[in-house]
């Protein structure tokens, strides 16, 4: 019977297939705490620019890509790690087939309005 407890993925490549054309992606664990998503996109694919109200943590698992992390575009391959504060800005493009773990992490401790907005 699994715990709830932990969440344990033997293989995230093994999670399902990256899609010939478009973006794939599969909630791996949700709760008060944590948001923690992979995603797989083809190449040429693109997560518009956008932001949350979390810090969040992604970790590139295959492929290269390009990620805008405000004002700055940064190249990414697997391997790649980034740390975002709150309400930064960010996009993703896909060069090559590509996957990434998204971790939101919602600790109650990070602002909740947009310094932007005020």
Do not use: C
Request: proline share 8%; aromatic share 8%.
């Amino acid at each position: 019977m699994p715990s709830n407890d932990y969440t344990f993925v033997p293989d995230l490549l093994d999670e399902f297939a990256i899609p010939e054309n478009g973006i794939a992606s599969r909630v791996l664990h949700k709760d008060e705490r944590f948001n923690i998503i992979l995603f797989g996109f083809s190449p040429g694919k693109e997560l518009s620019t956008h932001s949350v109200p979390t810090p969040a943590l992604i970790s590139v698992l295959e492929g290269e890509g390009e990620i805008d992390l405000g004002s700055d575009t940064i190249q990414v391959n697997a391997g790649s790690f980034i740390r975002m504060t709150p309400f930064l800005s960010h996009a993703v493009r896909a060069k090559t087939p590509f996957r990434m773990l998204l971790v939101q992490v919602k600790d109650g401790t990070h602002q909740k309005i947009d310094p932007a907005k005020s």
